[in-house]
């Protein structure tokens, strides 16, 4: 792929198009419940030639008209980029994608890590069940989920575990849960290393299990794209929306205010003309 794109809202839609008029093999990225924030918005009436349009609805116009004009779609969470010197892999739940150049559009949302869940980090904690589940056979394991997939991965997980504790975090649509999957209203606070396990502390007491696994909807950038300059919580770009990496652009509300979508749509626009010229230049 020339450019992959991260995120389906105003900005990874309006890039993915004009990537598309250079000539450039785009495919975009997102969850399939995807969280932009454009979602949200019941009536929008600053974007010009969609007047008094719903959020949802935009969405869907930006959407045909970008797959009619080739873009590929992907399902999934990006958990890692890495530069691999021609171009980058990008780490989507449990696949790969290689690409040239990569568009960062991940909007403003920010995950809040649990304290002591870092350290954890591939010592109990894991991101992905279909890659990591085969470790807990007939164990004791917590899902802590903000996201319609983490409900879908229990269906997986269930089948493996000896016992799965649900954690809801953010309200989402459970439909998927396994019927091996406890829900546990509580809300989870912290965790931390046990001897028999992990120890995870919710606002109503502790439990200890032998691997947890969380899914949320955005990834922490410092995780995502280590070297990635970021100043106040934006992702720092000059005027071509090139960021402190080469080859990696940004646009949209991951760059800073004004979070609006006329903004985001022009940024958008802005990172794949530069991708275009990045690699023209790099022949
Ligand atoms: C209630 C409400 C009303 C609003 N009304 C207006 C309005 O009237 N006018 C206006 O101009 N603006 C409005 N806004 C703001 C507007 O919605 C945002 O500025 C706009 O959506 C930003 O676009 P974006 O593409 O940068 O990010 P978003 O639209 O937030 O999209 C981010 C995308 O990135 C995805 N993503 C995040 N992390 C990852 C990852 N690691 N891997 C893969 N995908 C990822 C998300 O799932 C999502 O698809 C409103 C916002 C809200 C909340």
């Given at each position: 792929m020339d450019v992959a794109i991260v995120g389906k809202g105003p900005a990874g839609w309006s890039c993915a198009m004009t990537a598309r008029m250079r000539g450039l093999s785009t495919v975009i990225i997102a969850p399939k419940d995807d969280a932009s924030m454009?979602?949200?918005?019941?009536?929008?009436?600053?974007?010009?030639?969609?007047?008094?349009?719903g959020g949802e609805k935009m969405l869907d116009i930006f959407r045909q008209q970008a797959l009619s004009l080739g873009v590929e779609e992907q399902f999934g969470l990006v958990r890692n980029i890495m530069p691999t010197g021609e171009g980058f892999m990008l780490l989507v739940e449990n696949e790969v994608i290689e690409a040239r150049t990569v568009v960062l559009c991940m909007g403003a949302g920010k995950p809040v890590l649990l304290p002591g869940e870092e350290e954890l980090v591939g010592r109990g904690v894991s991101y992905c069940a279909t890659c990591d589940?085969?470790?807990?056979?007939?164990k004791r394991v917590a899902m802590i989920s903000s996201t319609e997939q983490g409900a879908e991965e229990t269906q997986f997980l269930g089948s493996v575990v000896g016992q799965l504790d649900y954690y809801i975090g953010k309200?989402?649509?459970?439909?998927?849960?396994?019927?091996?999957a406890q829900v546990i209203g509580e809300k989870v606070k912290a965790l931390a290393p046990d001897e028999n396990g992990i120890r995870l502390t919710t606002d109503q007491g502790e439990r200890v299990y032998d691997g947890v696994f969380i899914y949320r909807s955005a990834v922490a950038l410092d995780m995502l794209l280590p070297d990635l300059k970021v100043e106040g919580g934006a992702i720092v770009t000059d005027r071509t929306m090139?960021?402190?990496?080469?080859g990696v652009f940004a646009a949209g509300d991951c760059t800073g205010k004004p979070l609006q979508i006329p903004k985001a749509v022009g940024e958008g626009n802005i990172a794949a003309l530069s991708a275009a010229e990045y690699l023209t230049k790099l022949g």
């Open positions: 454009l979602r949200k918005a019941e009536r929008v009436d600053n974007y010009p030639g969609l007047p008094q349009v589940g085969m470790f807990y056979r007939g309200n989402h649509r459970t439909d998927g849960l396994s019927q091996k090139a960021t402190s990496i080469p």
